[in-house]
C-alpha cells in the first residue's frame, strides 16, 4: 500500500510506527481489504498513541467492522463514543468482555443505521464495569433473575435481619466472583441499567393457626432484578447477539 495514501488519512503525529506496521503488513496489501481498513481507521482513529501491543487487535478489529458494515453505511462514529472507547481497549484483551462490547459500540456507532442507538455515555459506562457485570447485563437481556429470601423479624428492635436467600436464578456458575453479586447489584443500578424490585412479601408465624395471639417471626420476600428500559437500550447497542463466547 502506498504509504502516501495512509499519511492523508491519518495524522502521523498521532498514530505511533506501531500502526505505520500494521497497515503495511500482508493482511492490507489486498488493495479492497487494505482500502476498507484505512477507511475504518480514518473515521475511528480519535488523538491518542496507539501502543504497539494494540496493533494486533486493532486490525483484527477493523477487518471485523468492515465484515459488519456496508461500505455505504460506514460513517463517523462521534468523537466521544471513539476517543473512550479506544483508549480503554489498549488495555483489554481481545476475549475479555468489556473489549467486545467496545467492539460493539464502535460498530453501531459507525453504522448509519444503528448510529441512532448509540448514546455518547455508553462508551464511559462500559469502562466502569467489570467482566463480572457485561455478563450479568447479557443473561438480563433473556431472563429476569428471581431471588427469594426470608428475614426474622427482630421485635425488641423492630427491623428485619439475618436474611438469607433460599431461591435464586441468578447464573452464578458464569461469574468469576459470584460473592460480589451485591456489589456488582449496587453498581448496576446506580448507572440506571439495573433495578431489583420485592415483587411479594409474606409474613411467617409462630403458627399457622389464625388467631390474635400468634406472632409474626420474619418474611420470606420474592424479588426479581431486571433491566430498566435504559439498561435494555444499553444492551442492545453494546452487548454482542451471541454474547462473549
Partial sequence: MDENVVEKVINSKVVEKAYDDAI????????????????????????????????????????????RIPE???????????????????????????????????????????????HPSFATIISQLSP????????????????????ELNHENNHFENRVITK?????????????????????????????????EDPTWDTDVRSKQRTQLGVVRQSKMTLTDFGRLFVKATVPVGGFD
Fill in 24 to 67: 503495511s503488513s500482508p493482511m492490507v496489501e489486498i488493495s479492497k481489504v487494505g482500502v476498507d481498513v484505512v477507511k475504518s481507521a480514518r473515521l475511528l482513529l480519535a488523538p491518542l498513541q496507539i501502543a504497539a501491543s494494540f496493533q494486533d487487535r486493532l486490525e483484527e478489529f477493523l477487518l471485523k467492522m468492515n465484515e
Fill in 168 to 200: 435464586n436464578s441468578i447464573p452464578l456458575d458464569l461469574l468469576s466472583n459470584p460473592d460480589s453479586i451485591e456489589i456488582y447489584y449496587a453498581h448496576l443500578e446506580s448507572l440506571s441499567l439495573v433495578q431489583w424490585p420485592v415483587i411479594r
Fill in 72 to 118: 455505504q453505511e460506514l460513517i463517523q462514529a462521534p468523537a466521544e463514543v471513539s476517543s473512550v472507547s479506544l483508549e480503554k481497549m489498549k488495555y483489554l484483551d481481545s476475549d475479555n468482555p468489556l473489549w467486545k462490547m467496545f467492539e460493539e459500540l464502535l460498530i453501531n456507532a459507525s453504522s448509519s443505521k444503528n448510529q441512532s442507538s448509540v
Fill in 132 to 151: 463480572d457485570e457485561a455478563v450479568m447485563l447479557y443473561e438480563l437481556n433473556f431472563n429476569d433473575f428471581y431471588i427469594e429470601d426470608k428475614l
